[in-house]
């Protein structure tokens, strides 16, 4: 969905970098979501915000930091990679005032640390 | 918390047949249980959604199904296509609660033509 736009789409990266994966939205939804995608492991929220004040752990926080820096933007942060974040990150947005909270995903990032 | 399991991982079926995905949820409070369909190199998107205030819902060639004594929903494809290869995710949340989506494990359904 054009609206939800993640930079980088593949990052190669080394062990104990610092790198920045970056959400961007123009739905004007206040809550902003990042997960992580292994195979046969399905989608894993890592954080999310409900709005720009608004920041919290999802099930496998570890390792990583989130930073809201407005309504539309969401990054996350990998603070000291490791080879096995190695996977596919999604960030996605949601609508609370919707009866539907129907939750709409960028591309995703590709991330492969070595 | 809640944990939702799903299978079959994989699914083949031929092209025009019948496709279905079964889903359980831990949680009796969740109240809600979309279907998200991801394409090669997409993001996953919303196609079906079914809250526990009803026991089915259709969409044309797609259609979900609850049973919450059971804490299982289940998703019917009819008249497989070719572009109804994808992987498929199912999800429950507790709806005007904390809105946070737990997802199945997905699977890859192919069509064989």
């Known amino acids: 969905d054009a609206d939800v736009t993640q930079t980088p789409r593949n990052r190669i990266t080394k062990t104990g970098k610092r790198i920045m994966l970056e959400c961007s939205q123009t739905?004007?939804?206040?809550?902003m979501y990042w997960y992580r995608q292994d195979p046969g492991l399905g989608l894993q929220l890592i954080y999310y915000s409900f709005d720009v004040k608004d920041i919290n752990k999802g099930e496998i926080s570890d390792g990583y930091s989130v930073s809201r820096q407005a309504q539309a933007k969401f990054s996350l942060s990998l603070e000291s990679a490791i080879p096995n974040q190695t996977a596919l990150y999604f960030c996605?947005?949601?609508?609370?005032?919707?009866?539907?909270?129907?939750?709409?995903f960028g591309p995703g990032t590709r991330l492969l640390v070595l | 918390g809640e944990n939702v399991e799903q299978h079959p991982s994989t699914l083949s079926v031929q092209e025009g047949d019948s496709a279905v995905i079964k889903c359980t949820y831990s949680d009796s409070a969740s109240n809600y249980f979309p279907w998200y369909k991801q394409e090669l190199g997409k993001g996953p998107q919303l196609i079906i959604d079914i809250r526990s205030n009803v026991g089915e819902k259709k969409d044309q060639r797609i259609a979900v199904t609850l049973n919450k004594t059971a804490k299982h929903f289940s998703l019917h494809i009819t008249e497989t296509q070719p572009e109804d290869s994808a992987v498929y995710f199912c999800?429950?949340?507790?709806?005007?609660?904390?809105?946070?989506?737990?997802f199945g494990t997905g699977t890859r359904l192919t069509i064989i033509p």
């Open positions: 996605a947005t949601s609508d609370p005032t919707s009866f539907a909270e129907t939750q709409y």
């Open positions: 739905k004007g939804h206040d809550r």
């Open positions: 999800a429950a949340s507790i709806e005007f609660g904390n809105e946070k989506l737990t």
